[in-house]
């Protein structure tokens, strides 16, 4: 299965430094992720889960092992690919969405397409068209405070999306959310897996969120302990 895979991870370790402490987050972690597979991570606080999603996306460098995303060695790039890499290549989808509150929605969508040669009428085309596929279209022109928080979600997802990324990693993406609006949101990470193809991988607290996914990979200490379809 590895050579199908869209994410090949193999021996994977991280570690920190705490004053003369040295802490050790992930350990010697193996793990494939094929393309289109929707994965939900779990495990108690602490056990490596956040800090797994940060090195698949490119926001942190592991401490050794080797991590491989559609064929490319992104732990060998240099801070200046890695940052191009990840603008192609991964959409981000946070607990408390990080919208700008001075800008519409509309705009807070269009935030990532402004480091690409796309024109403004291109940029406003492809924002507009990811509101249309998370249901916000009529919402475009209205600030986050104008917003309820699961369409502030909805946006944040949009603006994951808007590039078309290779990958979607979702950081306790109900976290926030009423268990309606988090329903629904769900809703929206099952479609864009499963009639749009995206590769996605959620950490989640919450058995009932992880549900959705396609399987459940289960951390502790820094080790895969588990995982279950």
């Not at 928080?149 to 909805?154: A, L």
């Not at 078309?164 to 329903?183: A, F, H, N, V, Y």
Request: with cysteine; aromatic share 2%.
């Amino acid at each position: 299965m590895a050579e199908e895979s869209l994410v090949r991870i193999r021996g994977l370790a991280k570690d920190y430094k705490r004053g003369a402490e040295t802490v050790h987050v992930l350990h010697a972690l193996d793990l494939d992720i094929p393309k289109g597979d929707f994965l939900a991570l779990m495990g108690p606080s602490g056990s490596g889960k956040s800090t797994l999603l940060n090195l698949i996306g490119g926001l942190d460098r592991p401490t050794s092992g080797t991590l491989e995303i559609a064929g490319q060695r992104t732990d060998t790039l240099s801070d200046a690919q890695l940052g191009r890499w990840r603008a192609n290549h991964v959409g981000f989808v946070f607990q408390m969405y990080n919208l700008l509150p001075v800008l519409s929605a509309q705009r807070n969508v269009e935030l990532p397409l402004l480091l690409t040669k796309l024109s403004a009428a291109e940029r406003r085309k492809r924002a507009g068209a990811a509101l249309s596929l998370v249901g916000l279209a009529e919402r475009a022109g209205h600030k986050p405070r104008e917003l309820s928080g699961g369409q502030e979600q909805r946006v944040g997802i949009a603006r994951a999306i808007v590039s078309d990324p290779t990958i979607l990693l979702c950081d306790e993406p109900t976290g926030d959310l009423d268990r309606k609006s988090g329903d629904e949101i769900l809703d929206l990470l099952q479609a864009l897996n499963q009639q749009q193809g995206k590769t996605i991988i959620m950490v989640t607290h919450d058995p009932h969120a992880a549900a959705r996914a396609k399987r459940t990979l289960h951390l502790e200490k820094g080790q895969l302990i588990r995982e279950a379809a």
